[in-house]
């Protein structure tokens, strides 16, 4: 068993495919030995722009000789399929063997050695790497990330030969492209990694990105700053770096008036820069840049070069600031009308129109408590950034620019706020708007464009949503949940829908209306069910919940589930499911939908010689009624119905009156009250009783008490 | 002492001259990058192996501040060199030039980027890097895959140089205009201020409109008139001028964003055209 080594050298790897591609190394590598039989310890793959390297331990020195045996054709069969047989194996007729009427064929597969397992691998991974993106260079027809130039393959000490495309393995590679422009020589796996660090290289990415994170911190920490912490820079210096040197440098004060988004934006997207906080948590003027050189003045050169850069593009921003900032947003929002929102739904201002309209309606609906000329007027300048030169130049920034400028130019807090958060929460984890004006604005921008899209019949479907329109219902749920807002989800919808009614083509005709409203109802409920799933809720407590219909109060909807599921973890809980499930089997199999007693007149059921009760019953709400009537107590004979009816007489009220006043705790313990009659009665009364009346009563009382149960819940989708 | 602006290019020209590229002088038309010059675009195309470099001055109408803005400029120098089949060693060609106008990579950070490089107008695309030197972007670096939406073969390296930039960086000087442009003390404002000024009021204020879309009109349909003619270097060269001619136009404001694709397409099918032609003849 040796070690083995794998190194394959090429021009700079983007940062962001080297993730990847250490997984894809590693995995193909897996792939291709296993296939092959050749045993292999550990394998570890690495990453520099200059490198892809693997490491695999205790790789088997060879494969085993292995000998298998093929059933063939029977000897009684056609010629043709001998044939076939002996071009499968690869042998001739005396090599097979005959029994019992039927050819077999032993094949031999000699051991083979892992210098030529791992040749061709290295082949084949170098053909099948599945690159993001992949070129072709020079006159060849090769293709990887960028050109390849060199493979070193060392099995323990020996060479692993392979050519590709013109390039022969070896065991000579390059340090430092500055540092160390000649050749090194690895000896294989043990030395590689050390050798190279003697040549300006870590091969190791962890240990670079480490470098990165303290090196910075440290940097920032000996001039009295903290460093912004920002792990996705980390990665991305380290993918850019051999060998990484933080260095601090400072730009001028003046560029402070700038929005701390705007600096901190400017030096990671475009420099890829730490930002800096002074001790008060102000964003301080300083940043961290990475280098990949140890250089020989000290980096003073590196940090003179960056400050100037960063002066340049900080210059820019702030020459943007100050042109934005002298132009009222009002008069920015008038030029929201040369925009277009979408072919068929009209211009961003024809947007803005109807957002403000909707922020308006759901504050003057008392679903939001807030001012509502604060709300419109944070509507209607809400998208003005949009044509700003700084979001121009950060589209990223939108909303955020909008707040800023709104508050210089003396609107007030809560409609700067919520011009800055309107577009919240844009991804899970998120931060949702709380304040009511920003709520007002965030909402409606959201329904609006659900609406919006619906009403074009722009739906999305399948894994096809280009509006992201999934994305803004689960914000929208966010925000009504969160808050606690009482909306009719439909009628807001609706209204959405009606402001653009005027706006799309075809959708004049009410019933067209009717039908899309529906199809937004469906879509908020399936979008409802994967959030509620996504946050751990039992599906089946939720379609238990859902199956009940006709709720489109998100907050309701949510408390009872919540109560549903703190009930069915409790005994009395598991216990009523187990007694319902029961009941509800006993119905189905008797087929049982209701039924009055033989003598019906005497429950005080008024009937003429002609009539046959059970016409009645295909109404159900008569049918209900009647099997009501007819499962009271008059027909009961057994202290057990007696006691059952008793307790849904007073259960039934008292969750009936829960449920109105959403107290859904309430209406489970009002349930849970049923726990112990139904299991009495089980004990004790025969349902399938021969007197036709007496089987008759059991069954509607049952009937009576499952419909108890489901008018909480819908106890027949719960598992278990 | 720094290297002034015209011993920047002439240092280049020596320093590629050597590496056996012909040392071209501008194309005499305007164009927008160096990139449309003939010698880059239908030379890439084709399996003849072919080295040049040269200085291409670039207009972008739109970029024009009115020599207000120490930083951006409607017309500038780019300096471009080709080579086909891209060499095993361009990479350390490139550096060695770095060295040459006196960048010392112990001293500075000189680090590949990646950047994709794609030209709507040109149907091309080649991955690549920009070149950073100090987080500065001094050089686009491109291995062209396709040029007028034909596939490359063999691949040519494209290096592109922002000679301003890289004059500003190696003179340590922060406003574009305070260049030097020659060791005599003539600046790169003596030279260009006041024209940056009127090609800016001309770009944004002035340019005929009518007569600029018209001018477009006729160079689409010279090209089209050169291509039935299978003549593909005229062709190219008039859609060149349409590009330039939109470019303006787009300066002048009077071109809608919906308008810009189809006029983008327009010149793309002419310049895929000229290439296609070009290959036919070459074969």
């Given at each position: 068993m040796?070690?083995f080594?794998?190194?394959?050298r090429?021009?700079?790897?983007p940062?962001?495919?080297?993730a990847?591609a250490?997984?894809?190394?590693?995995?193909?590598?897996?792939?291709?030995?296993?296939?092959?039989g050749?045993?292999t310890?550990?394998?570890?793959a690495?990453?520099?722009?200059?490198?892809?390297v693997?490491?695999a331990?205790?790789?088997?020195?060879a494969t085993?000789?292995?000998?298998?045996e093929?059933k063939?054709?029977r000897?009684?069969?056609?010629p043709?399929?001998?044939?076939?047989?002996?071009r499968?194996t690869?042998?001739?007729r005396?090599?097979l063997e005959?029994?019992d009427?039927v050819y077999f064929a032993?094949i031999e597969?000699a051991?083979?050695?892992?210098?030529e397992i791992?040749?061709?691998?290295?082949?084949r991974?170098v053909a099948?790497?599945p690159?993001?993106k992949s070129m072709r260079?020079g006159?060849?027809?090769l293709?990887?990330?960028?050109?390849?130039?060199?493979?070193?393959a060392i099995?323990g000490?020996?060479?692993?030969?392979?050519?590709?495309?013109?390039?022969i393995?070896?065991?000579t590679?390059?340090?430092?492209r500055?540092?160390?422009p000649?050749?090194?020589?690895?000896?294989?796996?043990?030395?590689y990694?050390?050798?190279?660090?003697?040549c300006?290289?870590?091969?190791?990415q962890?240990?670079?990105?480490?470098i990165?994170?303290?090196?910075?911190?440290a940097a920032?920490?000996?001039?009295?700053?903290?460093?912004?912490e920002?792990?996705?820079?980390v990665?991305?210096?380290?993918?850019l770096t051999?060998?990484?040197?933080p260095?601090l440098?400072r730009?001028?004060?003046?560029?402070?008036d700038?929005?701390?988004?705007?600096?901190?934006?400017?030096?990671r997207?475009n420099q890829k820069?730490?930002?800096?906080t002074?001790?008060g948590g102000l964003?301080?003027?300083?940043?961290v840049?990475v280098a990949?050189?140890?250089?020989?003045d000290?980096?003073a050169?590196i940090v003179?070069?960056?400050?100037?850069?960063?002066?340049?593009?900080l210059a820019?921003?702030?020459?943007?600031?100050?042109?934005?900032l002298k132009?009222?947003?009002?008069?920015?929002?008038?030029?929201?009308?040369?925009i277009?929102?979408?072919?068929?739904?009209?211009?961003?201002a024809d947007?803005?129109?109807?957002?403000?309209?909707?922020?308006?309606?759901l504050v003057?609906?008392?679903?939001i408590k807030?001012?509502?000329?604060q709300?419109e007027?944070?509507a209607?300048l809400?998208?003005a950034?949009l044509?700003t030169?700084m979001?121009?130049?950060?589209?990223?920034?939108?909303g955020?620019?909008?707040g800023?400028l709104a508050?210089a130019q003396?609107?007030?807090?809560p409609?700067?706020?919520?011009?800055r958060?309107?577009?919240?929460?844009?991804?899970?984890?998120?931060?949702?708007?709380t304040?009511?004006?920003?709520?007002?604005?965030?909402?409606?921008d959201?329904?609006?464009?659900?609406?919006a899209?619906?009403?074009?019949?722009?739906?999305?479907?399948?894994?096809?949503d280009?509006?992201a329109?999934?994305?803004a219902?689960i914000?929208?749920?966010?925000?009504?949940v969160?808050n606690g807002?009482r909306?009719g989800?439909t009628q807001?919808?609706?209204?959405?829908?009606a402001?653009c009614?005027?706006?799309?083509?075809?959708?004049s005709?009410?019933?067209?209306?009717?039908?899309?409203a529906d199809e937004?109802?469906?879509?908020f409920?399936?979008?409802l069910?994967?959030?509620?799933?996504e946050?751990?809720v039992?599906?089946?407590l939720?379609?238990?919940v859902?199956?009940?219909?006709?709720?489109?109060?998100?907050v309701?909807?949510?408390?009872?589930?919540?109560?549903?599921?703190?009930?069915?973890?409790?005994?009395d809980?598991?216990?009523?499911?187990?007694a319902y499930?029961?009941?509800a089997?006993?119905l189905k199999k008797?087929?049982w939908?209701?039924g009055?007693?033989s003598s019906?007149l005497?429950?005080?059921?008024?009937q003429?010689g002609?009539e046959?009760?059970?016409?009645l019953v295909d109404?159900p709400?008569?049918?209900?009624?009647?099997?009501e009537?007819?499962?009271?107590?008059?027909?009961?004979?057994?202290p057990?119905?007696k006691?059952?009816i008793?307790?849904?007489?007073?259960?039934e009220p008292?969750?009936?009156a829960?449920?109105d006043?959403e107290?859904f705790t309430?209406?489970?313990?009002?349930?849970?009250?049923?726990?112990?009659?139904?299991?009495?009665?089980?004990?004790h009364v025969t349902?399938n009783?021969?007197?036709?009346?007496k089987r008759?009563?059991?069954?509607?009382?049952l009937?009576?008490?499952?419909?108890a149960?489901?008018?909480?819940?819908?106890?027949?989708?719960?598992?278990? | 002492m720094?290297l002034?602006?015209?011993?920047?290019i002439l240092?280049?020209?020596?320093?590629?001259?050597a590496?056996?590229c012909?040392i071209?002088?501008?194309?005499?038309?305007?164009?927008?990058?160096?990139?449309?010059h003939?010698a880059?675009?239908l030379?890439?195309?084709?399996l003849?192996?072919?080295?040049?470099?040269?200085v291409?001055?670039?207009?972008?109408?739109?970029?024009?501040r009115y020599?207000?803005?120490?930083?951006?400029?409607g017309?500038?120098?780019?300096?471009?060199v080709?080579?086909?089949p891209?060499?095993?060693?361009?990479q350390?060609?490139?550096l060695?030039?770095l060295?040459?106008?006196?960048?010392d990579?112990?001293?500075?950070?000189?680090r590949?980027?990646?950047d994709?490089?794609?030209?709507p107008?040109l149907?091309?695309?080649g991955?690549g890097w920009?070149?950073?030197c100090?987080?500065?972007e001094v050089?686009?670096?491109?291995?062209?895959?396709q040029?007028?939406g034909?596939?490359?073969?063999p691949v040519?390296?494209?290096?592109?140089?922002?000679?301003?930039?890289?004059?500003m960086?190696?003179?340590?000087?922060?406003n574009?205009?305070?260049?030097?442009f020659n060791d005599s003390?003539?600046?790169?404002g003596?030279?260009?201020?006041?024209?940056e000024?009127e090609?800016?009021?001309y770009n944004?204020e002035?340019?005929?409109?009518d007569?600029?879309?018209?001018l477009?009109?006729?160079?689409a349909?010279?090209s089209?008139?050169?291509?039935e003619?299978?003549?593909p270097?005229?062709?190219?060269?008039?859609?060149?001028?349409?590009?330039?001619?939109f470019?303006?136009?787009?300066?002048?404001?009077?071109?809608?964003v919906?308008?810009r694709?189809?006029?983008?397409?327009?010149?793309?099918?002419?310049a895929?055209?000229a290439?296609?032609?070009w290959l036919?003849r070459a074969?």
């Amino acid at each position: 068993m040796a070690d083995f080594l794998l190194e394959l050298r090429s021009e700079e790897i983007p940062a962001r495919m080297q993730a990847r591609a250490r997984n894809d190394l590693a995995r193909l590598f897996a792939e291709c030995t296993a296939e092959a039989g050749l045993t292999t310890g550990p394998i570890e793959a690495f990453s520099s722009p200059r490198r892809l390297v693997l490491i695999a331990r205790d790789v088997a020195d060879a494969t085993e000789a292995s000998r298998e045996e093929v059933k063939g054709p029977r000897t009684s069969a056609p010629p043709q399929a001998l044939d076939g047989f002996l071009r499968k194996t690869g042998l001739s007729r005396d090599q097979l063997e005959e029994r019992d009427g039927v050819y077999f064929a032993a094949i031999e597969r000699a051991g083979r050695s892992a210098a030529e397992i791992l040749g061709e691998s290295i082949k084949r991974i170098v053909a099948e790497f599945p690159w993001p993106k992949s070129m072709r260079w020079g006159d060849g027809s090769l293709r990887w990330v960028r050109p390849l130039h060199g493979i070193v393959a060392i099995l323990g000490e020996e060479i692993v030969p392979v050519e590709i495309d013109g390039i022969i393995s070896g065991a000579t590679t390059a340090g430092h492209r500055f540092h160390h422009p000649g050749a090194i020589t690895v000896g294989g796996a043990p030395d590689y990694v050390e050798k190279l660090r003697a040549c300006h290289v870590i091969v190791d990415q962890e240990e670079r990105e480490r470098i990165i994170r303290e090196g910075a911190a440290a940097a920032a920490a000996e001039a009295g700053l903290q460093l912004l912490e920002d792990e996705g820079l980390v990665v991305e210096n380290a993918g850019l770096t051999e060998w990484p040197v933080p260095l601090l440098g400072r730009f001028d004060d003046d560029y402070l008036d700038v929005p701390r988004e705007v600096i901190v934006l400017t030096m990671r997207t475009n420099q890829k820069y730490f930002a800096c906080t002074d001790p008060g948590g102000l964003i301080a003027p300083a940043f961290v840049c990475v280098a990949n050189v140890a250089a020989k003045d000290g980096g003073a050169a590196i940090v003179e070069g960056n400050k100037r850069v960063l002066a340049a593009r900080l210059a820019d921003a702030r020459f943007f600031w100050e042109q934005d900032l002298k132009i009222l947003l009002e008069e920015q929002a008038k030029k929201l009308g040369g925009i277009v929102f979408h072919e068929k739904l009209g211009t961003i201002a024809d947007k803005v129109e109807r957002l403000a309209k909707l922020a308006r309606w759901l504050v003057e609906n008392g679903v939001i408590k807030a001012d509502p000329i604060q709300v419109e007027r944070a509507a209607r300048l809400a998208k003005a950034d949009l044509v700003t030169g700084m979001v121009g130049e950060f589209p990223e920034l939108q909303g955020i620019i909008g707040g800023y400028l709104a508050a210089a130019q003396g609107e007030p807090r809560p409609v700067a706020d919520a011009i800055r958060d309107h577009y919240k929460p844009v991804g899970q984890g998120d931060d949702v708007p709380t304040a009511p004006v920003s709520i007002a604005v965030a909402l409606a921008d959201k329904l609006d464009t659900i609406a919006a899209f619906f009403s074009i019949d722009a739906k999305p479907t399948g894994s096809k949503d280009p509006f992201a329109l999934r994305r803004a219902a689960i914000s929208s749920i966010e925000l009504v949940v969160r808050n606690g807002l009482r909306l009719g989800l439909t009628q807001a919808l609706r209204g959405g829908l009606a402001n653009c009614a005027g706006q799309a083509a075809d959708s004049s005709a009410a019933h067209r209306l009717d039908r899309t409203a529906d199809e937004m109802g469906d879509f908020f409920a399936d979008r409802l069910k994967v959030q509620q799933r996504e946050a751990g809720v039992r599906h089946d407590l939720i379609d238990a919940v859902f199956a009940l219909g006709g709720e489109d109060d998100l907050v309701r909807l949510l408390a009872r589930v919540n109560a549903l599921q703190n009930f069915v973890e409790t005994k009395d809980g598991a216990d009523l499911l187990t007694a319902y499930k029961r009941a509800a089997n006993i119905l189905k199999k008797e087929n049982w939908t209701g039924g009055v007693m033989s003598s019906p007149l005497a429950q005080g059921i008024p009937q003429t010689g002609e009539e046959d009760p059970l016409v009645l019953v295909d109404d159900p709400i008569v049918g209900e009624a009647v099997a009501e009537m007819s499962s009271g107590e008059a027909g009961a004979e057994l202290p057990q119905e007696k006691a059952l009816i008793s307790a849904l007489d007073a259960a039934e009220p008292r969750a009936a009156a829960a449920i109105d006043a959403e107290d859904f705790t309430a209406s489970m313990a009002a349930l849970a009250s049923l726990r112990s009659p139904i299991d009495d009665f089980f004990d004790h009364v025969t349902v399938n009783d021969s007197d036709p009346a007496k089987r008759e009563h059991r069954l509607n009382l049952l009937m009576r008490f499952r419909d108890a149960v489901n008018r909480v819940a819908d106890f027949s989708r719960i598992e278990g | 002492m720094s290297l002034s602006f015209q011993d920047l290019i002439l240092t280049l020209h020596h320093y590629w001259g050597a590496q056996g590229c012909v040392i071209l002088q501008p194309y005499d038309m305007e164009m927008g990058a160096g990139t449309f010059h003939p010698a880059t675009v239908l030379r890439s195309l084709g399996l003849d192996p072919w080295r040049a470099s040269y200085v291409q001055p670039c207009r972008r109408p739109t970029d024009g501040r009115y020599g207000e803005n120490p930083n951006r400029l409607g017309h500038y120098y780019q300096y471009q060199v080709v080579l086909k089949p891209s060499p095993d060693d361009l990479q350390q060609l490139y550096l060695g030039s770095l060295v040459e106008i006196g960048i010392d990579p112990l001293k500075h950070d000189i680090r590949f980027v990646e950047d994709d490089w794609e030209s709507p107008t040109l149907g091309a695309w080649g991955l690549g890097w920009e070149v950073w030197c100090d987080g500065m972007e001094v050089t686009q670096f491109t291995y062209f895959q396709q040029v007028g939406g034909f596939e490359c073969k063999p691949v040519t390296g494209e290096l592109t140089y922002g000679l301003e930039r890289l004059a500003m960086y190696i003179q340590g000087v922060d406003n574009v205009f305070d260049l030097k442009f020659n060791d005599s003390s003539v600046s790169y404002g003596d030279v260009f201020l006041e024209n940056e000024r009127e090609m800016s009021a001309y770009n944004f204020e002035v340019a005929d409109t009518d007569a600029l879309f018209d001018l477009f009109r006729k160079a689409a349909a010279e090209s089209e008139r050169c291509l039935e003619n299978k003549l593909p270097i005229p062709a190219y060269e008039q859609a060149i001028k349409a590009s330039h001619v939109f470019n303006t136009l787009q300066a002048r404001g009077v071109i809608s964003v919906a308008e810009r694709q189809a006029y983008i397409g327009r010149v793309r099918d002419l310049a895929k055209a000229a290439c296609g032609a070009w290959l036919e003849r070459a074969s």
